[in-house]
């Protein structure tokens, strides 16, 4: 078979690191919300634990209505960045090896005991005041990324398809702005 | 939804966020750099993390209430995750989208890449807290506001 060679440049363009790393990995997130979701029928996202958690601390009526689900959804998160770090163990540290895994050159990485960890050259202005909004938007739109964006258009909901469309259109316009303005990284 | 839950609920629960944070680390999402690279069209794979994903939980969702009625661990029934639509999801998903766009972290990326060694992603964890605290703040007192109001009928 004669490869196009044009089709091959424009994936290359595309996506310089390979398409295999997303898919993979998306395809392990998505079994990641049905192993949870056979179990229990909990079609989990990861940002209510953001208001959940707060209910520990705080008294407003707002976060109480999530107090019984408040002890899963620490559990929840605590699986999600000892799975981080299973990844950093193991692949990210070269000791499961795949051609399936493009390891790319963002960031820095830096060892601790024999783990190979990555830390962002993303600046704290931007994480901070970046994390803020995400925080109030996600609360207010009723979803996050894996909430609307997986479990959401998994479940073919109108509203998450809106929620998805508006907020990646919006992403989009913020990137390019910044990038614009010179900000980086 | 209580206190007698099935003893594997929340082991179950801890081994699918870890196959979840496990994907995102695999994915490269836990790193805000390769998020805005394709927020700039540098490198588009971040549709293949998301809509696969989708995809696959879209299967079990369609398919696991034909099978079963309820969830073996919860007695829950099987449901899609619909929920209604107003305003707020425009709003929301807007100050979310310049959130994304400006930081590159979302809440499970973000708890993922403290996992993977990212000690700065703290930064974007406290800012996601204060905003969650400051619109649970407002709404709740808008929220008492209103119910002053109609219970004054």
Redesign the interface.
């Known amino acids: 078979m004669v490869t196009d060679p044009l089709a091959l440049q424009v994936t290359a363009e ?6 295999s ?27 209510t ?3 959940s ?2 209910s520990y601390v ?1 008294d ?4 109480q209505r999530y107090v ?2 408040r ?2 959804r620490v ?14 163990a193991t ?2 540290s070269g000791l499961v090896t795949s051609s399936l ?1 493009e390891p ?1 050159t ?2 820095q990485l ?1 060892e ?1 005991a024999g ?1 190979t ?6 600046q ?37 398809l ?3 469309v ?11 702005v ?2 614009a303005l010179g900000v980086s ?1 | 939804m209580s206190d007698d839950r099935h003893p594997l609920f929340k082991p179950l629960i801890f081994v699918g966020g870890i196959v979840f944070g496990f994907g995102l680390g695999f994915s490269h999402m836990a790193r805000p750099e390769v998020v805005l690279n394709f927020l700039q069209f540098d490198d588009l794979g971040l549709p293949f993390v998301m809509f696969g994903a989708a995809i696959v939980s879209g299967i079990a969702f369609a398919l696991l209430p034909r099978i079963r009625d309820a969830a073996p661990l919860t007695g829950d029934r099987y449901e899609r995750r619909l929920k209604p639509f107003d305003r707020n999801v425009l709003v929301g998903g807007a100050i979310f989208g310049v959130g994304w766009g400006l930081s590159g972290i979302c809440p499970g990326a973000a708890y993922a890449s403290l996992g993977v060694g990212n000690v700065t992603i703290l930064w974007a964890l406290a800012g996601m807290f204060l905003g969650a605290y400051a619109q649970g703040y407002w709404r709740s007192r808008s929220q008492a506001r209103d119910t002053a109001v109609t219970g004054a009928d």
């Open positions: 595309l996506f310089p690191n390979g398409i790393r997303y898919a993979v990995g998306g395809l392990l997130v998505g079994l990641g919300t049905v192993l949870i979701y056979i179990g229990t029928g909990i079609p989990a996202g990861a940002s634990f953001l208001e958690t707060l705080s407003q009526s707002r976060f019984g689900s002890d899963w559990v929840f998160t605590l699986g999600i960045i000892l799975g981080g770090l299973a990844f950093a692949v990210q895994y790319g963002t960031g830096y601790v783990v960890l990555w830390m962002t050259e993303v704290p202005w931007r994480l901070f005041l970046g994390g803020i909004l995400v925080g109030i938007g996600t609360r207010i739109g009723k979803g996050c990324t894996s909430g609307h964006g997986v479990c959401g258009v998994g479940s073919a909901s109108k509203t998450s809106v929620g998805v508006t907020f990646l259109t919006v992403a989009i316009g913020t990137a390019q910044v990038a990284p």
